[in-house]
């Protein structure tokens, strides 16, 4: 259930928020202040395409507290579809934000997932650009059931948790959300995929240029070739939501003259 009412549109079966940047940010620390798990995903064409073939990965999408139009493919589905979306709001842009805000207010974030070491080398990045931001752990772990208990005993150490962001990249980061934060007591989580790799300098980011264009996922694929075989999904997304639009337009009753 969302923290306030929020417009909200379906894509390919998968519900997307209209919110901007800085809705999103309130929505969460409304989450935050009060104190019950909440979740908050990310989706994007890719994810949308594989929750299409996952009806649990489409059933949690539906269910978050919080689903930001993370991909801009999300934004020219819902123009196709006579919806629109106000603004993208992308995981990363998202987590810096909530870094500066807890910074700002105290709350305490564990970054969870990624390669070893670069969960770590993310919280150091972000300690040094929002002074005062207090991360209260890193862990590696596994994505897996079988590394859960030593996931929630490594969280639980570090003590209270406002913030958890899980980088295990969907839908692994979503099933681990669900299956481990009511045990955790962690009030606010979200997936994030390969936002530590952003943040810690690992891989850079697409030009703000390209990325209000929309093309940072081809930006990223350059610098990453080995994602190809992600990136199928686009076109099968691109169709889909183009017969969808047709379908909708079809059944959408004709105005009386």
Not at 79 to 91: D, H, I, S
Not at 132 to 155: C, H, I, N, S, Y
Not at 173 to 192: C, D, K, M, S
């Amino acid at each position: 259930m969302l923290a306030s009412p929020v417009r909200s549109i379906d894509v390919l079966g998968c519900r997307v928020d209209d919110v901007t940047i800085d809705e999103a940010v309130a929505l969460c620390e409304r989450l935050i202040l009060a104190g019950r798990p909440a979740q908050v995903v990310t989706p994007n064409a890719e994810i949308v395409v594989a929750a299409g073939r996952m009806p649990d990965l489409r059933a949690l999408i539906n269910r978050a507290a919080l689903s930001i139009p993370d991909g801009a493919g999300l934004l020219l589905a819902a123009r196709l579809f006579g919806t629109p979306l106000r603004a993208q709001v992308t995981g990363t842009d998202l987590c810096y934000r909530l870094a500066a805000l807890s910074a700002e207010r105290g709350y305490r974030l564990f970054l969870l997932g990624a390669k070893p070491g670069i969960a770590a080398a993310a919280a150091t990045a972000l300690e040094r650009r929002y002074p005062g931001l207090q991360v209260a752990g890193t862990f590696p772990g596994r994505a897996g059931p079988e590394g859960d208990a030593d996931t929630r005993a490594a969280v639980a150490a570090a003590g209270r948790v406002d913030v958890l962001l899980v980088a295990y990249g969907a839908p692994r980061q979503e099933r681990w959300i669900e299956r481990n934060q009511a045990a955790l007591g962690v009030p606010l989580a979200l997936g994030i995929g390969g936002v530590f790799d952003f943040v810690s300098g690992r891989v850079p980011r697409a030009p703000a240029r390209l990325r209000r264009a929309g093309f940072d996922w081809l930006y990223r694929l350059a610098r990453q070739p080995w994602r190809w075989r992600r990136q199928l999904a686009l076109p099968r997304f691109v169709w889909l939501v183009l017969l969808s639009a047709v379908r909708r337009r079809a059944v959408r009753p004709r105005p009386q003259r």
